[in-house]
């Protein structure tokens, strides 16, 4: 019991010690987070809208597609607004795109990006990587999305299999890496993650535990140049 509560008590003071000085965001921003599927939002960017919440920072989710694949679409769409509404975010989710392991065509994303952040007024966009953290290939597909004017474009850091399930204990790589990035509480997104009912097998729950994503989100900046 000493061990675990010395063990707390080190990482609480981690914590406390590698959080970011300055935010990514500024506070007139907003931020439009464009997701693959119902559930991306609080599976991998959590962090990031509790981040913004916190600093009352507008920000809207905006999903491609209804996550159809096994049928369950409408019931995920509800799933994704229940989710929505644990981090105080607008949402939107469109059925543009079909939920599949194939790429999504780079013009139409961009197309409908550039419409929604019109629509929204979007300051920056946040969206995934090349890699897309789980290799999932709609997820890379929204890596696709280049910035629009001078609108800023910030791509959620992909990390090795290692660090992505090695909890809080990956801030001491991630301060180190010098990337912009935020670290939130969990306990929102753990909410969240349980809106999405029709989503939650077993090994959901030892992402929860300790996936670096329920706490953690790194940037790749995108230059407009």
Known sequence: MILLLAIMFMVVVTIISLRPRASPFKPNDRVLVVTAHPDDECMFFGPTLCHLADRNIQAKVLCLSAGNFY??????????????KTYSVENECLNSFK???FMWPASKIQETVRSHVS?????CIVT?????VSGHRNHISCSAIQPISNIRVLHLES???LRK???TIDLGITFFAKKPYVVAGSLRSVKAMFCHRSQLEWFRFLYICFSRYMTINSYHPISSN
């Open 159 to 161: 990390v090795s299999i």
């Open 99 to 101: 939920d599949g392991p």
């Open 128 to 132: 995934f990587d090349k890699e897309g």
């Open 119 to 123: 629509k929204f007024r979007a300051t």
């Open 71 to 84: 049928g369950k679409g409408d019931q995920r769409t509800k799933e994704l607004e229940a989710s929505c």
């Open 165 to 167: 399930f090695t909890a």
